[in-house]
């Protein structure tokens, strides 16, 4: 199961922004590292979504020249309101991950009786 589809994609996009402004394939290539290729991001679900997110007032864009000088990129950055959505969804990612660890805990506290022979 691809973890993006399970509504992480708009967490993930965002966190990838907080420290810096990136130009796509940077995003990209940033998203996969650090999830150790997880995600399996790619170009097809990358640039509708950053486009949703510019739509949503969360990120903005701008064109900027390369740093290799080829042509010029097109830069996201976070917005304020992006900041606060990025804060807001970490926190739901924190209260679900904790109700899931406790769960799992749980289940591994239960132990099933084993049946014995008569």
Do not use: C
């Not at 899931?100 to 008569?118: E, G, H, K, M």
């Amino acid at each position: 199961m691809n973890p993006l589809k399970s509504g992480t994609l708009d967490l993930a996009l965002l966190a990838a922004l907080q420290d810096q402004p990136r130009y796509g394939l940077d995003i990209l290539k940033h998203v996969n590292d650090r999830s150790s290729g997880l995600f399996d991001l790619r170009e097809g679900s990358l640039y509708p979504a950053l486009h949703r997110l510019v739509k949503v007032g969360w990120i903005e864009s701008d064109w900027q020249p390369s740093d290799r000088g080829g042509a010029p990129r097109k830069v996201y950055r976070l917005t304020e309101n992006g900041r606060e959505a990025l804060h807001t969804k970490r926190q739901e990612w924190q209260t679900l991950r904790g109700a899931l660890d406790a769960l799992l805990i749980r289940a591994l506290l239960i132990r099933t009786p084993t049946r014995r022979s008569a």
